[in-house]
Nanobody, 121 residues
């Protein structure tokens, strides 16, 4: 059984930083792409970032230059470092494991339960 558990959400002021972690179990972590999505109230879930098993990470335009995704294969953990946070970054953040999609990106096949990030003064 594949399990993903997120940590690190919370309340932060605009301009602040947070680091999310997602620990996985039940799969061979190192061979899969890992990603982060988010869902704001009343909106659809949207993609934030992917990091492949090997290669370069890619980001949504809305977070490019502010967020950094990374992974530690020895710990089966993926991270999302979020800097220069804005109120519009407020959402529930979900990590996911991904498999290759036909369009060259990845398709999530397992999800974590989500962690709330609130950016407010």
């Amino acid at each position: 059984q594949v399990q993903l558990v997120e940590f690190g959400g919370g309340l932060v002021q605009p301009g602040g930083s947070l680091r999310l972690s997602c620990a996985t179990s039940g799969s061979i972590f190192s061979i899969y792409a890992m990603g982060w999505y988010r869902q704001a109230p009343g909106k659809q879930r949207e993609w934030v970032a992917w990091i492949p098993s090997r290669g370069i990470a890619n980001y949504a335009d809305s977070v490019k230059g502010r967020f950094t995704i990374s992974r530690d294969n020895a710990k089966s953990t993926v991270y999302l470092q979020m800097n220069s946070l804005k109120p519009e970054d407020t959402a529930v953040y979900y990590c996911c494991q991904g498999v290759p999609a036909v369009d060259g990106t990845y398709h999530p096949n397992y999800w974590g339960q989500g962690t709330q990030v609130t950016v407010s003064s």
